[in-house]
């Protein structure tokens, strides 16, 4: 097993009381976990625009679930919702651009639409155009993008984005499709995948410091 693999597994399985060396065969998931109590995570979060941006996400959120999406016309996105996703749009586009030789990203995204939530996870190494391709194919059907996060350039990351999703499998189940985790908290994705990005490409150690799992 991959080394980053071993360090986040080993934090699930202490989350769960499962010391290293013991038997976790009987280990099935969902496993709660808390990873931002086991591990320290240090990669940038930018802020929301505004300090009272969450609550219009709230707003939109209320909106969008009380949607009739049975009306004839489809799933129409409430102009509420159509804000806070700009309003999302240029929160993300305010994370650094990849340095040169470092141009893949992972991203964690969560779409509310009128009677399901899903938080997503991805690799680009074109911010833009993803978040366009994901908008066009997500809103025609009701769902709108409300929070997200981007991580730090890399050269490739698409073994981190498999190891993200085997990551949150454990932590949430099988409550999903492909990259697609229905339920799942924003803040439960976010940290998966800071979690799984940092000890995946030794964040910590880039900067001096070995990457830190709390025992």
Known sequence: MHSASQNIFEAIFRAAGIEPGEDSAELSPPVDVDLDAFVDLTTP????????????????????????????GGHPLPDSARLVQGGVMMQLARYPEPRPGRPDRLYVLEFQGHRRQYVMFGHTTNLSRRLAH????????????????????????????????EVAGWCHGPNHFHERFYDMPFEKGLSIGRASFELHTNWRGLAGTPASIRL
């Not at 996400?57 to 009380?66: G, H, L, P, Y």
């Not at 025609?140 to 997200?148: E, I, K, R, V």
């Open 45 to 72: 979060v930018v802020p929301p625009i505004h300090h009272g941006f969450p609550q219009l996400v709230d707003e939109a959120r209320t909106r969008i679930c009380s949607v009739d999406a049975d009306e004839p």
């Open 134 to 165: 994901h908008l066009l194919a997500a809103n025609p059907h009701g769902f709108a993008l409300l929070q997200g996060w981007v991580s730090p350039g890399l050269a490739k990351a698409q073994q981190l984005e498999q190891l993200v999703v």
